[in-house]
């Protein structure tokens, strides 16, 4: 897909924990270049976020941290709109809505449903408290999770969502949900597409590399987005990597390829010239300048984050305006909505 023009965007992380790179590469910076453009709606979806089991007294510091985190990034709140999900009503609206015209047999193919009952299933074994049933731990919450997620969409009438390789599904779902709606009640919403950035739309683990970059692993495993410069050179000369050090985006093997396409997607230079730069140098070599690389790129946004930081007011206050003008866009396609459905 070309880049897009003059389209609105739509895109949001949950405040789960701290962010790594793997966030920063295959959605946040892919954000920054999409906005320039095109009309962005950066959200923070703590609805989702309390899907699964989690702190309360937690979570108004961690929104508030994403909330810096975008800005030090370089989301724009003059030019885009950043806003906390639950702060308009109309998501969970729209999501119930929604939920009235989307089969039960949809909602229960989703494999992120299924891999995160899996995951709670095997805490609640561990001796941690059952969520909702001690087989599962999986709550109607969780399931009805990609039902949220298309109303945050729609809502908008979003046109592109910039996501990963591992989200298509859910906005495959919103697609459906969207011209279910419109062949039944009304031409209402815009039908969304999928944006995948391919070079870092999955930038897996350093310990690991089957597995993708998660901040739930061992810390080893992920570049957080505040880690230190030295915690970052450390992380990097540990990571694993194969027995002879050929550095080629297309011979060498996953654990060579992950921290390549690291270095591209932080250097934005191309396979060929980084292949050429590290021929026939050796692996100490290579990490080195990687981990200079990691820092530099990260050191402005870290700077930003901390400034942004100092103080709550300034977010709250940004995070208010981002509200007032999801909710005026949000509540009139909600208005249409009803009507369409024939409610008063």
Known sequence: MTSPQKK?????????????IGNYLGAIKQWVRLAADNTG??????????????????????????????????????????????????????????????????????????????????????????IASAESGATAGLFGYPVLMAADI????????????DQVQHIELARDIAQRFNNRFGEVFTIPEAKINNNTARIMSLSDPTKKMSKSDNTKSYIALTDSPDEIKIKIMSAVTETDPVFSFTKSGPAVKNLLTIYQ??????????????????????????????????????????????????????????K???????????????EKMGLL
Not at 8 to 20: D, E, Y
Not at 77 to 99: C, G, K, N
């Open 154 to 165: 729609l809502l908008y009438q979003t046109r592109i969502v910039p996501v990963g390789e």
């Open 265 to 322: 997607a932080f250097s934005d230079e191309e396979p060929s010239a980084i292949e050429a730069k590290f021929n026939g140098k050796g692996y100490k070599e290579f990490k080195e300048a990687l981990a200079q690389l990691v820092i530099n790129q990260l050191s402005p946004l870290q700077q930003e984050y901390k400034k942004l930081r100092q103080s709550d007011d300034e977010l709250r206050i940004m995070l208010g305006r981002g």
């Open 324 to 338: 007032h003008h999801a909710e005026q866009f949000a509540n009139t396609t909600l208005r249409d909505v009803k």
């Open 8 to 20: 609105t965007i739509f895109s949001g992380i949950q405040p789960s924990g701290t962010l790594h």
């Open 41 to 130: 709606y950066f959200c923070i979806v703590d609805e989702h976020a309390i899907t699964v089991p989690y702190e309360p007294k937690d979570m108004p510091e961690r929104i508030l941290n994403l909330a810096a985190t975008y800005l030090a990034a370089g989301i724009n709140p003059d030019q885009s709109i950043v806003f906390v999900q639950s702060h308009v009503a109309a998501h969970t609206e729209l999501a119930w809505l929604l939920m009235t015209t989307t089969p039960f047999g949809e909602l229960a193919r989703m494999t992120q449903f299924k891999d995160k009952s899996k995951q709670l299933s095997k805490k609640n074994k561990a001796g941690l408290p059952a």
